[in-house]
């Protein structure tokens, strides 16, 4: 089949090149490039950058060094500065701890006590505490602190987490025994919250330990919740009552605003789980003849920690209005089967 497209015939002469590109091209020379042109047309303007949007619960950094977490009404504030403690846990601005004179330790603290003695004896000989300052990095929305240099035997790290989801706070703590001997590690959480109108509770086992003779507390463990109204029998004198609780949470209620702890047993690879011990102090000063502030602590039994090993302990903090039908009174049943709902 014949094609029907033009040919040249060579009847006709090509207009000349006049294409700056093209006369380079034919004379092998580099090819000039578009800004070269007179009529080329202007770089465009680059593109303006793009802001990559903050992670749900991300904590700011202020100029003052804390991380504050904010959402849904909930505030939390970490200084890294000074123990990689809880200063502020709030709701709607209403803050649910104490922050009292330094002598009494941050609002919210871990004490941890250590010994190279077996767990039986452990008590006897304290190693440890909490370690200050600690550094500070972000992974994603987490708030991830390790204790600055030399620490010793014990390595420590603390992990801040805002669960927008649940409306809660997540804390890990963890401990690596950096020494090459086993050690009986003993950790404590502890919140300072307000005395005037307080009331703690938690859900406790029929048998109680005995108290410190002489400085004990009255709590109320007759049914399988122990009550303890912060105000009542008031002393001119600091006051302590250990208890064991049976479902790993306590609750503080004061001026309708509800703080619940909830915390698994500290687990590690040489030991394992026992009862929630819950420990609950009555601080008096004698200067001011004042009982400034109530101390809520709740830790596990001693554990062994062999070398290179680890102790996670993750303990989950929630705030909530109490209803205005719900009244804050020892004995009421409805308060627990309030806190249970917001747990669960």
């Known amino acids: 089949m014949r094609s029907r497209a033009p040919e040249y015939s060579g009847g006709a002469e090509l207009a000349p090149a006049r294409d700056p590109k093209t006369l380079a091209a034919v004379?092998?020379?580099?090819?000039?490039?578009?800004?070269?042109?007179?009529?080329?047309a202007p770089t465009p303007a680059s593109a303006a950058p793009v802001a990559v949007p903050r992670l749900p619960g991300t904590p700011?950094?202020?100029?003052?060094?804390?991380?504050?977490?904010?959402?849904?009404?909930?505030?939390?504030?970490?200084?890294?500065?000074?123990?990689?403690?809880?200063?502020?846990?709030?709701?709607?601005?209403?803050?649910?701890?104490?922050?009292?004179?330094?002598?009494?330790?941050?609002?919210?603290?871990?004490?941890?006590?250590?010994?190279?003695?077996?767990?039986?004896?452990?008590?006897?000989?304290?190693?440890?505490?909490?370690?200050?300052?600690?550094?500070?990095?972000?992974?994603?929305?987490?708030?991830?602190?390790?204790a600055e240099g030399d620490t010793g035997a014990l390595h420590y790290a603390k992990r801040y987490r805002l669960d927008t989801a649940r409306r809660s706070v997540e804390v890990t703590y963890m401990l690596e025994n950096a020494a090459d001997q086993i050690f009986a590690i003993y950790a404590v959480e502890s919140h300072l919250v307000p005395v005037a109108g307080g009331l703690t509770f938690f859900p406790s086992a029929k048998q109680q330990p005995p108290s410190p003779p002489g400085l004990s507390l009255k709590i109320n463990v007759a049914t399988s919740v122990a009550w303890f109204a912060h105000d009542q029998s008031l002393q001119p004198a600091w006051q302590t009552a250990d208890?064991?609780?049976?479902?790993?949470?306590?609750?503080?209620?004061?001026?309708?605003?509800l703080f619940v702890k909830t915390f698994g047993s500290a687990s590690s690879a040489s030991s394992p789980a026992s009862n929630d011990e819950i420990r609950i102090s009555r601080f008096y000063d004698d200067k001011t003849k004042?009982?400034?502030?109530?101390?809520?602590?709740?830790?596990?039994?001693?554990?062994?920690?062999?070398?290179?090993?680890?102790?996670?302990?993750n303990v989950r903090w929630f705030l909530r209005k109490l209803p205005p039908s719900i009244v804050a009174k020892p004995g009421n049943q409805e308060l627990v089967g309030f806190v249970r709902g917001v747990i669960q």
């Open 290 to 313: 004042q009982h400034p502030v109530v101390s809520i602590d709740e830790s596990n039994s001693f554990r062994e920690v062999r070398p290179g090993a680890a102790v996670v302990w």
């Open 60 to 146: 700011e950094l202020t100029k003052d060094g804390l991380y504050v977490f904010t959402s849904g009404g909930i505030e939390l504030a970490v200084d890294p500065k000074h123990g990689g403690n809880a200063v502020r846990f709030a709701l709607d601005g209403k803050d649910a701890l104490v922050i009292p004179d330094p002598e009494y330790g941050a609002p919210s603290h871990l004490s941890v006590i250590a010994s190279t003695a077996t767990v039986r004896h452990a008590r006897t000989t304290p190693f440890w505490r909490d370690p200050d300052p600690y550094l500070a990095e972000l992974e994603g929305g987490t708030l991830l602190l390790k």
């Open 243 to 257: 208890a064991l609780g049976t479902e790993s949470w306590v609750a503080t209620a004061n001026d309708n605003l």
């Open 27 to 40: 004379a092998g020379q580099p090819v000039p490039s578009s800004s070269a042109s007179g009529s080329a």
